[in-house]
């Protein structure tokens, strides 16, 4: 059975830091593209990062490139999302997900091209 779960949200002041988990099981997680989506009340679920674990390519939007730094654990067959700098607009619910790389679309970041997802958890930006 596949399994992502995301860990280390949190309430957090504007300027500081967390650092997401998604621990995944379930598939050969060396042959899978990992993302990072987030989804703001009210708003539509945007795609905010991912890693290609097959070589360790990545990827970050705009709105997090300088800010958030995407990394894997092979070992641990864990994806982390390192967020520093956070701002009120950062404040989401943070959702990992999973493709192999024979579907994987890379910058795109469609919902639609990640079969499996984790439950979310939630990271508020406030002071």
């Known amino acids: 059975e596949v399994q992502l779960v995301e860990s280390g949200g949190g309430l957090v002041q504007p300027g500081g830091t967390l650092r997401l988990s998604c621990a995944t099981s379930?598939?050969?997680?060396?042959?899978?593209?990992i993302a990072w989506f987030r989804q703001a009340s009210g708003k539509e679920r945007e795609g905010v990062s991912w890693?290609?674990?097959?070589?360790?390519?990545?990827f970050y939007s705009d709105t997090v490139k300088g800010r958030f730094t995407i990394s894997s654990d092979n070992a641990k067959n864990t994806v982390y999302l390192q967020m520093n700098s956070l701002r009120p607009e950062d404040t989401a619910v943070y959702y990992c997900?999973?493709?192999?790389?024979?579907?994987?679309?890379?910058?795109?970041?469609?919902?639609?091209?990640?079969?499996?997802w984790g439950q979310g958890t939630q990271v508020t930006v406030s002071s």
């Open positions: 997900a999973a493709t192999h790389w024979k579907l994987f679309t890379g910058p795109t970041m469609r919902d639609d091209d990640y079969n499996d």
């Open positions: 379930g598939f050969a997680f060396r042959d899978y593209a």
């Open positions: 890693i290609l674990n097959t070589d360790g390519t990545t």
